[in-house]
């Protein structure tokens, strides 16, 4: 069976638009996110997608917070990725993380909060409703996709540990192990790969852990079994594979921050006006396009302005890029 078209999804499965918009209003006053998953029917395994594998993630629900635009193929999401601990090249990781076994995982969170310790991955994710959220994902380097991942809010794991007052900040870090992930052994970026987030940004409804994608199992190259997603951001704040969470009272310094500060800063939001020193960041690629679509204008936070552009009331983008 095909995809369905994400726009007959809202039509005709979820609700009449002034209901849907109505319910747009409601989570937006509310700011919960989860709210959206209790409102929303739930994925149905037989919607099958074409060349997908992976074990099917059970009682995923829809989330209104998805976008209605069509998603990628599995072939585009799946086959051309960055993930710089298995190659540079985008047809590397999906090559060269095959192998790679993500089970068993633990997470080691530590810093300001009140439940440190070792977690286990499923003890982590498993107590709570996995939503499928189809959101905009826009790369530094101007390509751009359509994403179904499967997750669960970052707020919502963050609440169980328990940050305290001096808590301004979470620092992620990546699994560093070079015998699993061969990209270590060079040099190319300072490992592990660390990004990092505000206490605000972090706690922000759209602020999600995805453990899956088209309502299957996250695949490796993806970033198995959980990674970062901030649909707002620069692609590359979506830290894959993490493996330690630390609340700190000073702002983490990420790895691309420290490969080239002068060419990626912390905050790293979607933003048109603001170029790359090396290329504009006004338009971007679509992948899976055709060779012949073109490139189409980037979107102020990649369109997500409405639910985010308060976070930064005040604040100078062009300095904090
Ligand atoms: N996370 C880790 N650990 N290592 C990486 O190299 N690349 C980032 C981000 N997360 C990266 C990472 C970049 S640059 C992008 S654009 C996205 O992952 C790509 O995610 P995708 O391959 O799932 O589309």
Redesign the pocket.
């Known amino acids: 069976m095909l995809i369905k078209q994400a726009s007959d999804i809202l039509s005709s499965e979820i609700t009449a638009e002034s209901v849907y918009l109505r319910r747009r209003q409601l989570l937006k006053a509310a700011g919960v996110a989860t709210l959206g998953a209790i409102l929303s029917p739930p994925l149905k395994a037989s919607e099958a997608v074409p060349g997908a594998s992976g074990k099917l993630l059970p009682g995923v629900t829809r989330s209104p917070f998805s976008t209605d635009q069509q998603p990628n193929s599995w072939a585009d ?1 799946t086959g ?6 298995f190659g540079t090249g985008k047809a590397d ?1 999906a090559r060269r993380a095959r192998d790679f076994a993500p089970l068993p995982w633990t997470v080691k969170v530590g810093g300001e909060c009140d439940k440190p310790g070792t977690y286990a991955y499923e003890d982590l994710v498993s107590r709570h409703r996995l939503e499928e959220r189809i959101y905009r ?1 826009r ?3 101007a390509w751009s ?1 359509i ?1 179904p991942w499967v997750g669960i809010p970052l707020a919502s794991i963050i609440e169980r540990l328990q940050p305290n007052s001096d808590a301004r900040f979470v620092n992620f870090r ?1 699994l560093y192990d070079p015998d699993r992930m061969p990209g270590q052994r060079r040099r190319t ?1 300072n490992w ?2 660390e ?1 990092g987030l505000t206490m605000a940004e972090a706690m922000h409804p759209l602020t999600l852990i995805a453990v899956g994608l088209y309502g299957r199992e996250l695949p490796n ?3 198995a079994p959980m ?1 970062l997603v901030v649909p707002w951001k ?8 993490i493996a330690e969470i630390n609340f700190t009272r000073t702002q983490p310094r990420s ?2 921050q420290q490969a080239t500060p002068s060419e990626y800063g912390f905050y790293a939001n979607v933003n048109p006006e603001v170029p790359h020193p090396r290329w504009s960041q006004a338009r971007e690629r679509p992948i899976g396009a055709g060779l012949f679509a073109g490139k189409k204008p980037t979107l102020m936070f990649n369109g997500y302005g409405e639910q985010v552009a308060s976070l930064y009331a005040g604040m100078d983008l062009r300095k904090n890029y």
């Not at 051309?80 to 601990?85: G, P």
């Not at 620069?234 to 594979?241: E, L, Q, V």
């Open positions: 999401v051309y990725n960055n993930y710089y601990e990781p994902l790369c530094v380097e996709m994403i990546t970026l592990p790969y990004e190259q993806n970033g990674r620069y692609g590359f704040k979506s830290i894959k594979a790895s691309w």
